[in-house]
């Protein structure tokens, strides 16, 4: 009887995966066996798991599953139960984060009333450095004027806006979405006036950056193993290790190359291995000097170490899937494997540093960005946003 129910089980799971499959692909299928999948048909992570379920459990960890997520219910205070509840610009206007029973809010005060409230709805950013949030009004999706910034546990008023000024209304478009989601689409809607307007339709929202931002529309690949599974070589998917470096490197770009260059076409149709110069413009003055927020790509390219190298790029240093933390005598050991001979001044040997484990802080310093700056609860100076920079440099 147990071994009969175990069957049962197996044989329900299967068939579960086999509608799941069909469901993702959206493709018609021919007497239940028979699926039809195109180069840009999607998959969809559930059938990714089939056979890559190592993978998918160690990337659940990884920075780039979170760049956005939804909030559901309390979720946010109760991750976040021993921060600080609201932000004061001064005596008069304030800021708190409160519980109410559709979820968190961030309810604005001027003299203890009440001017305004809106709703935590989505969260952006890995939670590392800093977690932005936005609200939807309709079907446009909102900035809220709080950002916690994680190393400093703390509450600031968001990047960009005023000092002492209720703003709710700065618009996250598909464009923003480009970065932080695997796909969006716009709503375009044109009157008489030949006035357009678009907004965001909700349900087409991709949370986070999935297998397929990366690896390409992977139904027709999923389709073919799932028939042949004694080819053991991936068919119909993007793969780095067959990529030249510039493909590599593009890969990450797309995101990793701040938001000033110019779109030629949404980025969400990139897939690995294609030109970014063909998605995005020529880099404006900024890449001259590029920020260490969002232009990774611009520093490293700048360094003399990718410019000699023939082989160097992000995965060098970088984990793909996981989250393997190097800390810095980690991210040390792979510099000390190219530079294992360097000689340094006699100043630095006696500053006391471990030259051998602490290669970053010196090379790879945490410099000012001059994109983003923010003010803390109560203080009228402008704080400085530090981040490592990927300019890789004797300072």
Request: positive net charge.
């Amino acid at each position: 009887m147990v071994g009969f129910r175990r069957l049962i089980v197996v044989f329900s799971s299967i068939g579960l995966l086999i509608v799941l499959f069909s469901q993702c692909m959206d493709a018609e299928a021919d007497k239940g066996y028979e699926l039809v999948a195109t180069d840009s048909t999607k998959a969809g992570m559930t059938t990714c798991i089939q056979c890559h379920g190592n993978i998918y459990d160690d990337y659940q960890n990884n920075p780039h599953q979170k760049t956005s997520s939804v909030i559901k219910g309390h979720d946010l205070l109760q991750a976040n139960s021993a921060i600080s509840n609201q932000f004061s610009f001064d005596d008069h206007l304030k800021i708190a984060v409160e519980r109410r029973d559709s979820g968190a809010y961030q309810v604005a005060y001027v003299d203890n009333k009440e001017q305004l409230s809106r709703r935590f709805d989505v969260a952006f950013g890995s939670g590392k450095d800093a977690i932005t949030f936005a609200t939807w009004q309709g079907n446009r999706l909102n900035q809220l004027q709080l950002t916690y910034f994680s190393r400093l546990k703390t509450w600031a008023n968001s990047p960009g806006y005023r000092d002492k000024q209720l703003y709710f209304s700065r618009e996250i478009d598909v464009r923003c979405l480009e970065c932080h989601a695997s796909f969006a689409e716009n709503k375009i809607t044109k009157t008489e006036s030949l006035v357009t307007s678009k907004e965001l339709i909700r349900g087409s929202i991709s949370y986070g950056i999935d297998c397929e931002r990366c690896h390409g529309p992977a139904a027709k690949h999923a389709e073919f193993q799932l028939k042949h599974p004694e080819q053991k070589g991936a068919k119909y998917i993007s793969l780095s290790k067959s990529f030249t470096r510039k493909q590599k490197t593009d890969a990450c770009a797309v995101c990793h190359s701040g938001s000033d260059r110019k779109a030629l076409r949404s980025t969400f149709v990139f897939k690995a291995g294609d030109d970014l110069d063909e998605f995005l413009g020529k880099d404006s003055q900024t890449a001259v000097d590029p920020d260490v927020h969002g232009q990774q790509m611009q520093s490293l390219a700048g360094s003399q170490c990718f410019i000699q190298s023939k082989t160097l790029d992000c995965n060098t240093c970088h984990t793909i899937h996981g989250n393997k933390n190097e800390g810095l005598a980690g991210y040390s050991d792979k510099c000390i494997s190219c530079h294992q001979t360097v000689k340094h001044s006699d100043r630095t040997l006696s500053s006391g540093i471990v030259l051998k484990k602490n290669c970053i802080d010196c090379h790879m310093p945490k410099k000012s960005s001059k994109a983003i700056s923010f003010k803390l609860s109560g203080n009228s100076k402008i704080a400085a946003y530090l981040l490592r920079t990927h300019k890789i440099a004797v300072y």
